[in-house]
């Protein structure tokens, strides 16, 4: 599996904002079909925060993020991003994006999350 190289991550206040960027191939763009967002926290499991189809169709968004996050695909440069805005103290981890295929996104996100091949994500740190 292809691993995907995310970045925009930093350091940041709480109210504060990061966007988040993920290039995503051609190739996966062509073969899968939907990426999510996913947030580790230290001490905690990968959780799902956002997601979408690639055609646009559903999203997702976990409660806690939901009215703060967007989630969007860039298709003229086949990146996928994450805005976050009035990020606070829980925002604050690891964050990596994953992309599936058709049989493996529900809901607007990428369910196998205990199967994919993760790149090096990209951290945030949140302080008060």
């Known amino acids: 599996q292809e691993l995907l190289q995310e970045s925009g991550g930093g350091s940041v206040q709480v109210g504060g904002s990061l966007r988040l960027s993920c290039p995503l191939s051609?190739?996966?763009?062509?073969?899968?079909?939907?990426a999510g967002w996913f947030r580790q926290a230290p001490g905690k499991a990968r959780e799902a925060v956002a997601g979408r189809y690639f055609n646009g169709a559903k999203t997702y968004y976990a409660d806690s993020v939901r009215g703060r996050f967007t989630i969007s695909l860039d298709n003229a440069k086949n990146i996928l991003y994450l805005e976050m805005n009035s990020l606070e103290v829980a925002d604050a981890g690891t964050y990596y994006c994953?992309?599936?295929?058709?049989?493996?996104?529900?809901?607007?996100?990428?369910?196998?999350?205990?199967?994919?091949?993760w790149g090096p994500g990209t951290q945030d740190t949140v302080s008060s």
């Open positions: 994953a992309p599936d295929r058709r049989a493996y996104c529900m809901n607007g996100y990428p369910q196998r999350v205990h199967q994919y091949s």
């Open positions: 051609a190739w996966i763009l062509g073969n899968y079909y939907c």
